[in-house]
């Protein structure tokens, strides 16, 4: 069994044929891989060639023992945060090159999804990473720092914003804001902003990333 950087919940394709997709999704600040791993349950009979892992990030959470967080949330300095996260997106990049050496894919096939925290990870990640990955996925997320990312871009993959507009926890103006952002670099950006949802991953937005993700893997 190979042994990756982080423990992770993995799916495996449901067809008989070696996997053609990958799916990594990073979950929430004082969450886990099984948390998100339900989304990844739901989808994994309409995308038979994929295969789905859901690591869990690499500190405790600070605020909450059982759970998982990339980075310290409770840290008010912008500086600090982002040094956080640099670290944290060191590997989750190393996770990236392990998972895609072990099941022999090409970068061009695999997409990721993000809820809060891990949204804000992937989007930081694959804007950064060399070789472009297919598309992205973001629930409730923002932009970590918007000055770092605006110098290191080098990838523009797709992706898909979504947010609830009662969200609390993570305030919606950031969905628009990051949505200006990443037109004004020249990005291919979709948005849907949900009535009455709060911190979370609605039923609808569980169907629109599903859509999304098979229309650009396919």
């Known amino acids: 069994m190979t042994k990756y950087i982080f423990d992770v919940t993995s799916f495996s394709s449901l067809s008989k044929n070696e996997p053609k997709q990958m799916i990594i999704l990073c979950h929430g600040y004082g969450g886990d891989g099984q948390d998100i791993s339900v ?3 739901s989808w994994r009979r309409f995308l038979p060639d994929a295969v789905f892992l859901c690591p869990n990030a690499p500190e405790i959470c600070t605020i909450n023992p059982l759970g998982y967080q990339w980075f310290d949330m409770t840290i008010e300095n912008d500086e600090a945060i982002l040094e956080k996260s640099l670290i944290a997106e060191k590997k989750l990049n190393t996770f990236l090159d392990q998972v895609l050496d072990n099941f022999q894919l090409d970068i ?23 070789e472009q ?3 992205l996925v973001c629930y409730s997320g923002k ?19 979504m947010h609830g507009d009662r969200d609390t926890i993570v305030s919606p103006s950031h969905l628009l804001e990051s949505k200006e952002f990443l037109v004004q670099q020249n990005l291919k950006i979709r948005t849907k902003l949900f009535k009455n949802c709060e911190h979370k991953i609605s039923v609808e937005g569980s169907s629109l990333g599903l859509e999304f993700l098979r229309k650009n893997l396919l």
């Open 39 to 41: 989304l990844a349950n």
């Open 143 to 161: 932009i970590i720092n918007k000055q770092h990312l605006s110098d290191n871009i080098v990838s523009r993959p797709r992706i898909f914003l």
């Open 108 to 130: 061009k096939n695999l997409a990721l999804v993000g809820f809060s925290q891990g949204s804000m990870m992937i989007i930081q990640t694959a804007l950064k990473k060399k």
């Open 133 to 135: 990955i297919n598309c």
